[in-house]
Structures are given as C-alpha cells and as structure tokens.
C-alpha cells in the first residue's frame, strides 16, 4: 500500500481541468489511502480521536494524515489538522494539496481556506494550492483574499484556465462593485492569454452581473459567447435575466429582460419559473402602469401553463396589488401563498404590510410580524420599512419613529426616502413639528448632496412643519429647495397655505394661492380647500365665502388673484340685487 507521503507526490502529476475535476481526484485519493485498522484494545473511536492525540502517545505525521482523511465528522476533521499544525510536523507541498483536496471534498471550504494559509505560510505554494485556495477563498466570503492571491499567483506559478475560472467564481457574489468589474476584466484577459473561456467562467461573469443588476454587461456576455461558439445554456439566461430584475430604474431594461425570454424558445431552452420571475420582477422595478399590466398578463400565462408561482412572484404581485390598492386582494393571496406549501420570506411579509396600509388595519402588522419571529423568520430592514408605512398611514406616529431608529441602529443603513416620507406625514397628523424638524435635518444631514431627496418629501416637511404652525421653518424648507435645485410644484405651496392658517397667518395663505398661477401652476380642489381652512374665523373668511361662490359659478380655472375675485363677486351679486330690484319695480308697475 502506498503511503500517504508518497500518495501526495503523484497526486502531483495529476492533471485536473477545473476545480470539479479536484474535487473527484481528492474523493479517489481518500479510497486508496484506507484509514488506519482501529480495534478497540490499541485505540479509542475516531470519534475520541482528539482526547486519543493529547492523552496518549503523539501520532505520527502519516497517521494524521490518514486520520485526516478518513475522519467522518468536519469537527474531527479541523481538530486532526489542529494538531498537525500544534506539533509543528513538518509538511511538504504535496501534503498540503493532499490536505487541500481532501477538506473540498468533503464540503469543507472553511477547514481548505485553514490549509491554504498555512500552506502559503510554510511552503512555495504550487499552481495546484494557489487554485484550491482561491475557490475556498471565494466559498467562504472572502473575495478580496481571493484576488490578492490571484494577482500574486504568477510570482509562484504559472496561471492556467482553472486560475482565472476560480478567480472569476470567487469574485461573483461579492456586495462590492469593483469586484464584479474585476470579474468581467478577468475574463476578458482569458482570450487575450490565448486561452478559450470555458462556460463555467461565463457563468461567474454572469453571476456578477446578477448580483450587481449590470444588465448591459450581461447581454455583451451573451453575445460573446454565441461568437466564441458556446452554446447559451439555462443557468446562463436565468442569470442574465436576473441581472434585470433588480437595482435601478433604467430605460430599456425590462425590454431586455423580454426579449431575453422571448429568445428561449429558439434556443431550446424551457420558460419555466425561474425565467418568469426575473421578467416579472423587471417589469415590477420598470413601474409604469403598462409594464405592471404586463406583469399581470405572464402571471396569467403562468397559470394557464400549469406553472407554479415561486415565493418571489407571490411578493411581487401582492406589492402590485397594493399599489394598485387593491388592499383585499393582496392579502387574500398572501393566506392562499400559506396554502400552497411555499413558506413565506421576509419579502413576503414586507409586501404583505403594505397591503394593510388602510387605516384600522394596524394590528393585522403587528400579529404578522410576531408571526414571522415565531417562523424564524430574519426581521429585514425591509420590513421594518413597510412597517414603517403602515404605522404612519394609522397615526402610529411614535411606532413608526421607534422603528425608524431600528432600521439605522441594527441594520446599518439609512432608511428608504418613503420611510422618512410616511413619518413625516404622520409627525404632521399630531402636530408633532420638533419630531418632523429632527427628521428633516437628519436626512439633509446625511444626505448632503441630496441625490435622491425629492420634492415630496420637502412638501412633507412643510406640512409637518406647518401643521405645527411653525410658519417661518417651513418657509425656510422653501428656500432648501432652490439651493438644491428641486422643483416645487402646486403641492408645495398648498402645504405653505396650511402652514399659514395653522400659524393664524391668513394674508401669508392668500399670498402663497395668488402666486401659484404667476409661477405657471394651476389651483386644484384642494387649493381651495386649504384655502377654506386656512381663512376660516379669521377677518378674511368672509371674503373666502365670496371666492368659493365664485369659482362655483366660474369653475376653477383662474388666474385673477384672491381680492380680485372677491371684488368680482361682489360686483356680480350687486348686479344681481340691482336687477332683482328693477325687476320687482317694473312688475309693481
């Protein structure tokens, strides 16, 4: 029987293809190096094998090799290692790999990337050694240390395909940006070695691409592969469509996604599930009232096809549906998802707040969400967030700010820009205008250039501001809004006639409704409302009266100012009592 020492040498002759071919090598070396004969009187179960190490007699470095190899739990397994590396046996390149190979095998990338540090540590890492320990690298999380030994890779060895595929792999699912244009750089450098990109590299460039939503990168992908002559498989076009599905809005990217699916059948590929929700999922992100029709449409078809939603259909359709306020319905489908045998998701309850966004509906958000802690179900962000918007909507105000805070203390991120939105909006319900001014300057704060601050969270502000009769903060609101360059519009300055009549400022409302028209707006119903509000018991709702009689004899579609108006009523009444007047003297004669 070879020993293992001598096993690890012609393992070294061993030429593998792709990381899979490893994994097979690693899985025929275990059979031919057998474990070592244990009977009960010489030695304890392998499962005792680390009280065995540090009680009795040291083993040997081939012993715990062999013990390495056959061990039957990862435990074991790590603590083997633990004791190879403890008393400083000394190991041979070979020896590494035989351990690298070993610890893939068995599913173990987090003992590989152990082995491959102390590979690099104590001896000159082969071509074998730098591969394994960047897919390992790469299994594990850790994309950076699985570029950095990439680009040292040439310092030891010579890089083969395998390097660039496992580098490529590694890099895919990493959250950072510059990992994924690293991916795609990488794999254009295979052909410019001379070398042919196997398929499981494009793959990993896809795979980037989804993870990054680089939906243009990923349909230059495509088509190179159609040019190097590699046929477009299924996980190939499932990850190019799940590149479009997510991230942004961009023009054109749902009209990819389309026409991505709609190339599946010329290429033999099956439209199942998993290229309906990506589709679906970009028409969501698309937003426009067409493209949610046709989002309806492919959920029909689905059915009709015997093709069963999977558990982000189901959310994307009752998020659909609550936009649509189709309140009901949306969670009529939520209790019809629990029927089908899918197990809900955070996303699932994060959509199903959002279709209980009615007032009274509150409490039907709170069992939900102890409910999903019940499930074991990980409280998102995102759910907090849709939360958020439920507890606004019912007058939860102080619930909405608690759970404000808990999005920015436990999970690291500011809050989405509806979130803050809805709190606004509630502060303004309770009048509560210090808690809107905390808001306010907490989002100008951390969002100094204001990239995504758009002008109705300003016209929230104002309200909130103003409903508090603090008049002269929400005119300052007004001037934030120039310095940033965002545009007001006829919300804005119904939100300043509030302000004016909450701060008994009823001259401030009539000059905010006569500067509407002069700025090329138009007064709507609820111009006028405000306005009835605002100037009610005080010296100017008299004239108020006569202004809304006015527009019910004109319609609202004025320019003319409030006094203007006013005059002109009360020139048409005075005509009006003047012909009654001849006309009942003219009867009496």
């Known amino acids: 029987m070879l020993r293992p020492a001598h096993l690890c040498k012609n393992l070294l002759r061993i030429e593998c293809k792709c990381a899979a071919s490893a994994f097979k090598a690693a899985r025929r070396i275990s059979v031919l190096v057998p474990a070592r004969v244990v009977r009960p009187q010489n030695l304890h179960s392998t499962r005792n094998c680390a009280r065995d190490m540090s009680s009795g007699p040291r083993m040997g470095k081939e012993e715990l090799l062999s013990q390495f190899q056959s061990a039957r739990t990862p435990q074991v397994r790590e603590r083997v290692f633990g004791a190879l590396v403890s008393q400083e046996k000394k190991l041979d390149t070979a020896e590494y790999t035989l351990m690298l190979y070993t610890a893939q095998a068995k599913e173990e990338p ?13 001896v000159k890492p082969s071509s074998m050694i730098l591969n394994s320990g960047i897919s390992a690298l790469g299994m594990v999380g850790r994309p950076q240390e699985a ?87 299924t996980t190939a076009m499932s990850l190019s469509l799940s590149s479009c599905a997510h991230g942004k809005k961009e023009n054109g990217k749902s009209a990819a996604a389309a026409l991505m699916f709609s190339s599946m059948e010329s290429k033999g590929l099956v439209q199942d599930e998993a290229a309906y929700e990506p589709l679906i999922l970009s028409l969501e992100l698309e937003g426009s009232d067409e493209a949610e029709m046709r989002a309806f449409d492919y959920f029909n078809e689905m059915q009709k096809r015997g093709l069963v939603w999977t558990v982000p259909i189901y ?24 029927t089908t045998g899918l ?42 967030e849709s939360y958020i ?11 909405a700010l608690e759970m404000l805070n808990q999005v920015q ?54 309200y909130a501001l103003g409903r508090g009769g603090q008049i002269e903060l929400a005119e300052s609101i007004l001037e934030d809004m120039k310095k940033r360059n965002v545009d007001t519009n006829v919300d804005t300055y119904n939100n300043l006639i509030i302000a004016s009549g909450e701060a008994k400022r009823p001259e401030k409302s009539v000059e905010y409704f006569d500067l509407i028209p002069t700025i090329g707006m138009e007064r709507g119903t609820y111009t006028y409302s405000h306005m009835m509000g605002a100037l009610n018991d005080t010296y100017l709702s008299d004239e108020m009266f006569l202004v809304f009689k006015r527009m019910q004899l004109s319609g609202l579609n004025t320019t003319d100012k409030f006094h203007d108006i006013v005059k002109q009523q009360k020139d048409s009444e005075a005509r009006e009592a003047a012909d009654t007047k001849n006309t009942a003297s003219n009867s009496t004669a």
Request: glycine letters at 4%.
């Open 409 to 462: 203390s436990e999970y690291g991120r500011r809050p989405k820009m509806s979130s803050y939105i809805h709190c606004l909006k509630a502060c303004g319900y309770e009048k509560d205008w210090q808690s809107a001014s905390d808001l306010y300057k907490q989002i100008l704060t951390s969002n100094a250039e204001g990239s995504d601050i758009t002008v109705d969270f300003f016209n929230e502000a104002i």
């Open 389 to 399: 918007e439920s507890a606004a909507v019912n007058q939860r105000k102080n619930k």
């Open 147 to 233: 570029l950095d030994a990439f680009e040292a890779f040439e310092s030891y060895a010579p890089r083969d395909l395998n390097t660039y595929i496992n580098t490529i792999v590694a890099l895919s699912t990493s959250r950072e940006l510059q990992h994924a244009h690293k991916a795609l750089e990488i794999l254009t450098d295979i052909e410019a070695r001379g070398l042919t990109p196997e398929i499981e590299a494009y793959h990993g460039a896809l795979q980037a691409c989804k993870t990054h939503a680089l939906w243009k990168e990923a349909i230059a992908i495509l088509s190179e592969m159609e040019d190097n002559g590699i046929e477009i498989d």
């Open 110 to 122: 987090q003992l590989a990337v152990r082995v491959f540090e102390e590979a690099m540590k104590n």
């Open 343 to 384: 197990k809900p998701d955070s996303g699932t309850y994060s959509a199903f707040f959002q279709c209980c966004k009615r007032r009274g509906e509150f409490d039907k958000v709170e069992e939900a969400l102890e409910e999903a802690k019940e499930a074991g179900i990980e409280v998102s962000a995102d759910m907090l």
């Open 315 to 338: 959310n994307c359709m009752m998020r659909l549906l609550a936009k649509m306020r189709l309140f009901d319905a949306g969670q009529d489908l939520f209790v019809k998802m629990e």
